[in-house]
């Protein structure tokens, strides 16, 4: 999800073509660039044209040739991706359920790249829907303990999984607890008031 999420965001910023797009990630928002490689970016970007979040205009514009040309800078073809209202308004899904759930197991690339584009949300909604990230949290820790009790002699594999898994979860709801406790304490959001 955090591969959409980011090139729908980026494209939101403005549109771009392919190369421009790996630029901008590898520069910019290096923790996810191992994670998106070049041919992943122009397969998401197919995809998402495909079912209509993004529009392909054939262009001319200033680019990089290509290997060892990198550095010869020349007006180029390229298909330029500008995203359409309905990948405006899939983005702002993917972000906002992403921001708000919870998946055991899951990579916390998706939370990560929803921290990028963190802007694009009132103040007030991003710390609604962190509160309710932190509230599914507290209840998948209370879930994982609760299950461990019940089983009367765990072995070691057992309680080294068990272990593993809430000392993530801790370190996701400790983030969580102060990254709440910033936002309601930002003068953006001071006025805002959100259930515990």
Not at 79 to 106: C, K, M, Q, W
Not at 113 to 119: E, G, I, T
């Amino acid at each position: 999800m955090y591969k959409q999420l980011m090139l729908l965001g980026l494209l939101l910023e403005r549109p771009m073509y392919g190369q421009q797009i790996r630029e901008v990630i590898e520069n910019h928002h290096d923790l996810l660039a191992d994670l998106i490689k070049k041919p992943t970016i122009y397969y998401q970007l197919e995809r998402l044209a495909h079912d209509g979040y993004l529009e392909i205009r054939r262009e001319t514009v200033e680019a990089p040739g290509p290997g060892a040309a990198h550095e010869d800078v020349a007006l180029r073809e390229r298909d330029v991706y500008y995203i359409t209202e309905a990948g405006r308004r899939y983005f702002h899904s993917l972000l906002r359920r992403t921001l708000s759930n919870y998946t055991p197991g899951l990579n916390n690339a998706d939370v990560d790249a929803c921290l990028f584009f963190l802007h694009h949300l009132a103040p007030s909604e991003a710390l609604e829907l962190l509160t309710e990230r932190y509230a599914r949290m507290t209840a998948a820790r209370q879930a994982s303990v609760a299950q461990m009790q019940t089983l009367s002699h765990p072995d070691d594999a057992h309680l080294f999984v068990q272990d593993h898994k809430l000392t993530l979860l801790d370190a996701e709801i400790s983030w969580l607890e102060r990254t709440i406790a910033y936002l309601r304490t930002s003068p953006q959001v001071a006025s805002t008031s959100v259930p515990s």
